[in-house]
């Protein structure tokens, strides 16, 4: 623990302005923290080189361990106020969260100096109460498996070589190339970005297969994957390897053609899907199945109006729910694996998205190349070309043999010579209209492997699969806006179609983005500290496993699968899958789990040092906010910048997560009379923020609890309220303390354990 501590107060910013700084730094030599502070001193500018010399000179000279800095936002200068590996550093926020946000109320006098004088003392308890960690770091692999050897497995494992990493590529199939090898052409690659390509996948499997660097395993599966990152044992076709991370390239498989049978397929014989048009075209032949003549006329469809069918359709999913996956009943506390769910209805078939969009186009573009005169059609209701793609887009408008026309299309009848009529509706000219082809093509639904097949079969507690994400469609993903490549199992990158739809051009960049995560990955283990999203934490959670009584709270609740069980059910880490959000810390109800620079202890001590008047009349009601460090704490800090102000009764706490906060924090709380507890976090549900997957809605299941305990001590349950902000909803958090103020302390009035 932090023993020596030096408390810098800044006067910058118009904190000096607003306050008055050697009143703040007499006030800290005669609360209960003086005895942690060696050093109080105030300073004009103390991110200045002349404030940073002073505090580098007191270090050197007293012995500081601890150096609390009383200024702007930690999410700001933190690369200035950095002191050495073995001086921990606190920051006290006087800035954001208490002179620019600042509220006055005229009725009770000095709010402004009662709330730096809370903030300093709290930062002073806060470090008292933290640790420099030692983790241990273990002999690692540095080898990389990738799985799957289509375009994007191959990409990946090419990339990883020429950082002179070994890798093992495990290919179900009998031979590499994946998709790409029944591909006529890709989408354009490079410039001028107008026309298909060659995929070139021929010369990509030649370049894997003569790498010293890549071991291909043919015919082969991950059979399963034990342990973790760094120190993963890989069994592959009846032997171990050593891997210190994985790439997930299984890529797709078409969805279910059973929803594009209301539109001819399946009883009329020419009309197709993209994916076997696109086999016709490698075949060097475009063809009616029905008589085997060259298509003259072909249509390209990319949106159908299914609700004129009376067709249900998923408009998320574009499948058929997969059968269950093998073990699919999950023992006690695993995951279930993913399963789609089917929506009473639709209007459209939801997957006219960049990838229907350019396959129609580039598609379109073989039919007058392999069949002379014939014309294209590609009928839309939303035609998607984002970025460089847009002169793809122009350069069909541009050709002749190509007709676009934005439309949804209504029906497709079979004449008795196999031709083909298109109704549309909706159209350029507002009418609607009727086509005729020889040959329908339909878009082909893009789903991932990682759907029908359990292709990891991890080797932990919490079962063999991927989580459900039913937001991602079965793409297996951490957080799409937050962390792409990341999935919910530390140490496995998700690339390519297993990651999203996306193309080929894409997906050359997405296997290099996962590459780099995953030496990222290693390198971060190789130094002790977390991958992500809390990249550079040496800490981890540290279990008293003397007091654990087996309850499995932690073990089921961690959203990353970190913890295993031994065989008499105590909780097994496995540090180097740990992402330190501390979830397990606030899910044990004997508070046996900490961090060395986070754990119970601190913040609830860090509580214990908010003044709370016992008469809220005249001294007004305490709230404490314990706010979420990624999404909630820094709209914070962009509320202030924009000129937001708050009431200044309430006191921010910053936490890792809402999952991390534990049940005692607001015992600790109320019984010191706090008159409410808010905890702002970030969105959970279907359209999830959180960084940490699953840490506000397990805050929000353990609020139930937590309400419960209450009312059995004769307090309002609603005076702990969970509030969702995103990180661009800066503007909202006003609203909502004012909300919490006016709705749930007025209402209720003194908390009743006040002044005991």
Known sequence: MAEKLGVYICGGCEIGKALDLAGLAEHVKNSKVAPLCKVIKTNPVLCSPEGVAEIEADIKAEGLDGVVVCACSPRVKWDIFRFGDKIQVERVNLREQCVWSFQDDAKVPGLLTLMAQDYVRMGVTRLSKAAIPAPEIPETSKTLMVLGGGFTGMTAALNAAALNRDVI???????????????????????????AQDTGIEKMVAAVSGNPKIKVLLNSTLESLEGAPGLFKATIAG???????????????????KHLEPFGYGTMKNVVTSAQFEEMAKSGKIVRPSDGKPAASVAFVLDMDLALKDVSYDAAAACEPPAPLAGDAPAEGEEKPFVYEQTESAKHLAISSEISSLVALKQAGYVAELNAGAVAMVLYDHMMVPGINEKYY????????????????????ESGDGSLTVAAKDTLIGDSIELVADLVVLPTAVVPVTAYEPTMNFVYRQGPHFPDLKLFDGFVDSNYICFPYETRRTGVYAAGCAHQPMTMANARDDAAGAVLKAVQCIESINRGVAVHPRSGDLSFPVFNFVRCTQCKRCTEECPFGAL????????????????RC??????????????????VDQIG?????????????????RVIVLVCENDAYPALDMAAFRGKSWSPYVRFIPVRCLGSVNAIWVAD????????????????????????????????????????????LGVEAERVEQYEVAIDEYD?????????????????GPNPFKGY
């Open 169 to 195: 590529l495990v290919e179900k199939g009998d031979k590499l190339g994946g998709k790409a090898l029944n591909m006529y052409k890709t989408f354009p690659l490079a410039a001028p970005y107008d026309k």
């Open 239 to 257: 032997s171990v390897y050593d891997v210190g991370a994985a790439i997930l390239a299984t890529g797709w498989v078409p969805g279910e053609a």
């Open 394 to 413: 122009k350069a069909a408008q541009d050709n002749a043999s190509i007709m676009l026309t934005k439309a949804v299309v209504t029906g497709v009848t």
């Open 564 to 579: 295993d069980d031994d065989e008499k059910g105590t909780p097994k880490p496995n540090y180097t899958r740990c992402r």
């Open 582 to 599: 501390g979830t397990c810390m606030g899910a044990c109800p004997e508070r046996v789990i900490k961090f060395d620079s986070y754990n």
């Open 605 to 621: 001590s860090t509580i214990k040092e908010v003044q709370v008047p016992d008469d809220m009349v005249k001294g007004g009601p």
């Open 669 to 712: 709380a109320m019984s010191k009379g706090v008159d409410g507890v808010m905890l702002l976090g970030c969105k959970y549900g279907d359209d999830y923020q959180c960084h940490f997957v699953k840490g506000s809605e397990l805050c929000s299941r353990r609020k139930e609890n937590i309400a419960e305990s209450l009312k059995r």
């Open 732 to 748: 909202q958090i006003p609203g909502l303390i004012e909300k919490f103020m006016t709705e749930v302390i007025t209402k209720f």
